[in-house]
């Protein structure tokens, strides 16, 4: 191109490679932009005036999103730009190397907030093209999770797209709670995209991909979250273990919710198991049934216990 020698691509200089004639200066600013902050691996929202105005333009062009001060970046295939294809390999490259600049050691890295949590998910999509992608998630028993309003954070179209093209297996623990609260309408989604969920509670926040890398939790703190991405088999193994213990244990979601909300009502207001099924015109060996299987989802030994769970998950 433009007389160049035939020499490997990623050597060539970039001014050999792109034919600045027919390319506009937005453009060509715009790549300069992505390279640039690719290099020096932001992770954050940068203090140094160049670079600030080069993520600014990069946002505007939907290839990099804030989440409070953090910074994470999309392919350059995804953004709004249309880069020509010898051009969008470069800026790939650059991507992959933004993808491990921070590299703590072999397959480890730090994933900032949530935008960094789903970007990875969503790479590992990607690489996985023969068989679905086996993810084992697992929502932690604590008060942010319950008050967390789900819809907002998982993008439906996508996952429909994805159920779509069997790209994904996808199984997930969820803490127990108001069979009408969020994690409810959470269960009931993932529920209605053909995936599994049970309930059980548990003090971790940690996600399983193909029993061979996992993403741990650093902080609660939701304004500071940060996510730990390993492949170390001497982490990821006890993981898998730990979900699959969890799991064998769970409660299956629609067994825990079919009508746990009355029961639990009632008996979080001390009623007995006669005076709930006399009021709900069950049997009492339904009402047994079912506030048994709350007491195992919820790891408790006792009623006490459980309705005390039960009410501090309405809040």
């Known amino acids: 191109m433009g007389g160049a020698s035939a020499s490997p691509i990623h050597v060539r200089p970039l ?7 027919s390319l506009d200066a937005e453009r060509i600013e715009l790549h300069k932009d992505y390279v640039r902050v690719c290099e020096a691996g932001l ?34 295939a995804y953004g709004a730009e249309a880069f020509p294809p010898e051009e ?15 590299q703590l050691s072999t397959g480890e890295q730090v994933l900032y907030g949530h935008s960094g949590f789903w970007q990875h998910w969503w790479n590992l999509l990607h690489e996985q093209t023969e068989h ?35 790209a994904l297996r996808l199984r997930v623990l969820i803490p127990p709670g108001e069979p009408e609260g969020g994690l409810a309408e959470l269960a009931a989604l993932i529920e209605r995209s053909g995936f599994e969920v049970r309930v059980r ?58 009508g746990a909300s009355d029961v639990l009502e009632l008996m979080s207001l001390g009623w007995t198991d006669l005076r709930i099924a006399e009021s709900l015109g069950l049997s ?11 007491m195992a989802a919820a790891g408790v030994s006792s009623r006490f216990e459980l309705g005390v769970r039960y009410a501090q998950s309405r809040g």
């Open 43 to 76: 992770r954050r929202r940068p203090t140094d005036p160049v670079l600030l105005s080069s993520v600014e333009r990069l946002v505007e062009a939907q290839l990099a999103f804030y989440e409070g001060d953090y910074l994470t970046l999309q392919r350059p």
């Open 132 to 166: 679905p992608l086996c993810m084992d998630v697992v929502l932690p028993d604590v008060p942010e999770v319950h008050r967390r309003n789900w819809t907002l954070d998982v993008r439906a179209d996508l996952l429909r797209g994805v159920t779509e093209a069997g």
């Open 284 to 294: 009492m060996r339904t009402v047994s049934r079912r506030i048994a299987d709350a």
């Open 201 to 258: 509670s548990s003090p971790f926040l940690f996600a399983v991909y193909r029993g061979t890398a996992a993403v741990i939790s650093e902080r609660e703190n939701q304004h500071d979250e940060a996510y730990f991405l390993t492949r170390r088999p001497s982490i990821v193994a006890p993981l898998q273990q730990v979900f699959d213990d969890h799991w064998r244990s769970a409660i299956p979601w629609t067994s825990y919710t079919r």
């Open 88 to 102: 969008l390999s470069l800026l790939e490259n650059s991507y992959v190397e933004w993808l491990h600049a921070e």
């Open 15 to 21: 001014c050999y490679l792109l034919n600045v004639d």
